[in-house]
């Protein structure tokens, strides 16, 4: 199973899922964590998405299955372009089915994020 991470190692409030990886494949050697941009051709891992990413604005880590519930910024360049974006295009030209987002608070600590993430993937 490949699991897609998402965020920017820079920026400290969104690297969270990124900084994870090591021990997210230390803990389920048998899964893929696949640290990638949001603007790749993410239908190329499957019908069926999993993805961990920082989510801002929750306070507590949530799942998100329809992607219609994420917010949005307009459009003006491609910079603009995001994952929210791209997975609501991909689900309505039915490149992929189904998509599963295990969000993050940006501020949550590694350990309770690694515990919350085995229960949830």
Avoid: R
Wanted: no cysteine; net charge neutral.
């Amino acid at each position: 199973m490949k699991i897609l991470i998402f965020g920017n190692p820079l920026v400290p409030q969104d690297s969270l899922a990124i900084n994870l990886i090591p021990k997210l494949q230390e803990q389920f050697p048998s899964k893929e964590f696949l640290h990638l941009d949001p603007t790749e051709n993410l239908e190329q891992y499957g019908k069926h998405l999993t993805i961990i990413d920082v989510v801002h604005g929750i306070k507590e880590p949530i799942i998100i299955t329809n992607p219609d519930k994420l917010s949005t910024q307009k459009i003006s360049s491609m910079h603009d372009f995001d994952l929210t974006y791209n997975l609501k295009l991909l689900i309505q030209a039915k490149k992929i089915q189904t998509v599963k987002i295990l969000g993050l608070p940006y501020d949550m600590k590694e350990e309770k994020a690694l515990e919350w993430i085995k229960y949830s993937i």
